[in-house]
């Protein structure tokens, strides 16, 4: 049985193991570039269905585990483990869960002067999102490190998340 909800990314009933943190980041490495950010580590419900909407920002997904369709702008991307899907602000998607397990996902949300040029390119594409269905394993672990680093905190986090989304921008990007 298909479960549907309005959008999943802020308010989801069907999630276990669910961390998520918010930050407007003060002055520092952050700041002057990124006005907001959301690091999330979640597992959806399998069989979970969420209806077209708009993403609000720069968003960079990891799925762990599990598998999910997420279509944006009429075109289509199948997520396994190990695949990272980069969708401009402002992009139309859904997306659906596959039936067979929960779907572990971790992914930031972004916005700010640094995410315009990302999102053009982005949206250059008519997909309007960069879709690596094998992403290499140093992706996979930057954005999992700032994930981790944005949930936990810990002295001098900014600095981390800075450099792991610079490396991570110019991957997604040039390839």
Not at 15 to 26: D, E, K, L, S, T
Not at 111 to 140: C, N, Q, V
């Amino acid at each position: 049985m298909a479960r549907t909800a309005e959008w999943h990314i802020f308010s989801c009933m069907f999630q276990r193991n669910r961390q998520v943190v918010f930050h407007q980041p003060p002055p520092g490495p952050l700041g002057p570039g990124i006005d907001q950010l959301a690091a999330v580590d979640e597992e959806i419900w399998p069989g979970s269905r969420f209806p077209a909407r708009d993403l609000e920002c720069l968003t960079i997904f990891l799925t762990v585990s599990g598998a999910a369709t997420t279509s944006v702008a009429g075109h289509t991307a199948n997520h396994q483990a190990g695949a990272i899907v980069a969708i401009a602000g402002g992009a139309r998607f859904e997306e659906s869960i596959g039936d067979d397990a929960w779907w572990h996902v971790r992914y930031l949300m972004l916005a700010g002067p640094w995410t315009k040029p990302i999102d053009a390119a982005l949206h250059a594409h008519a997909s309007a999102s960069a879709f690596y269905p094998e992403a290499p394993p140093a992706w996979r672990q930057r954005v999992t490190s700032a994930v981790h680093l944005a949930l936990r905190q810990p002295a001098h986090w900014q600095w981390q998340v800075a450099s792991l989304l610079t490396a991570t921008c110019a991957d997604l990007l040039l390839h």
